[in-house]
């Protein structure tokens, strides 16, 4: 009998048609698989191991929704709540 996650899971399945489920355990073998996909991909890129050890720089996508500040806008009653951002994006 599945529980209620798994459930969950198989009707958010049934909906976005993913190619693959995969269900993470947390495990130091899943965590090396994982960098080393993101390794491969080239976005992800190992740091100076003697200085900063285990750590990665990870560079979104160009078209990432980060990445579009022009396009942003923020609305609120008082000016610097908007970090003094000028309105034209600059």
């Not at 994982?34 to 979104?60: V, W």
Request: net charge negative; charged share 30%.
């Amino acid at each position: 009998m599945a529980t209620p996650l798994e459930n969950w899971v198989e009707d958010a399945a049934r909906l976005t048609k993913p190619d693959r489920v995969v269900y993470c355990d947390g495990s130091e073998a899943e965590y090396r698989r994982m960098m080393d996909l993101l390794l491969q991909a080239g976005d992800t890129f190992q740091l100076n191991e003697k200085t900063y050890p285990n750590c990665h720089l990870h560079r979104s996508s160009v078209n990432d929704v980060a990445r579009t500040e022009h396009l942003t806008f923020i609305c609120s009653p008082d000016k610097d709540d908007a970090a003094n951002q000028q309105l034209d994006g600059s």
